[in-house]
């Protein structure tokens, strides 16, 4: 399985984004998809997942609210909207897949995009 992340970009504080992972490879409609961030300095962070009937979404307490998960199976896509955008939420923005489920540990990882978003 291959992901690719897109969507990314420069935005001001209280913009916002739609970023998007395609999978390749095998239909992953079963899987668990999540999104991970990474600010300049900081470690790796969870921010919200999925399982793969979009039954069950989790999120970071950080994003509640502002951002929302959703699937299009049949384009073996996930999305992430990004709405009111902070610049604390400026990182490196990696999706990730997994057959059961979505942690630092998932099977699959995307190349990031970054997000940027200014004061």
């Known amino acids: 399985v291959q992901l690719q992340a897109s969507g990314g970009g420069l935005v001001q504080a209280g913009g916002s984004l739609r970023l998007s992972c395609a999978a390749s490879g095998r239909t992953i409609s079963n899987y668990a998809m999540g999104w991970f961030r990474q600010a300049p300095g900081k470690e790796r962070e969870f921010v919200a997942a999925?399982?793969?009937?979009?039954?069950?979404?989790y999120y970071a307490d950080s994003v509640k609210g502002r951002f929302a998960i959703s699937r299009d199976n049949a384009k073996n896509t996930m999305f992430m909207q990004m709405l009111s955008l902070k610049p604390e939420d400026t990182a490196v923005y990696y999706c990730a897949a997994d057959p059961v489920a979505v942690s630092e540990r998932a099977t699959y990882w995307g190349q990031g995009t970054q997000v940027t978003v200014s004061s």
């Open positions: 999925t399982n793969g009937r979009l039954s069950i979404t």
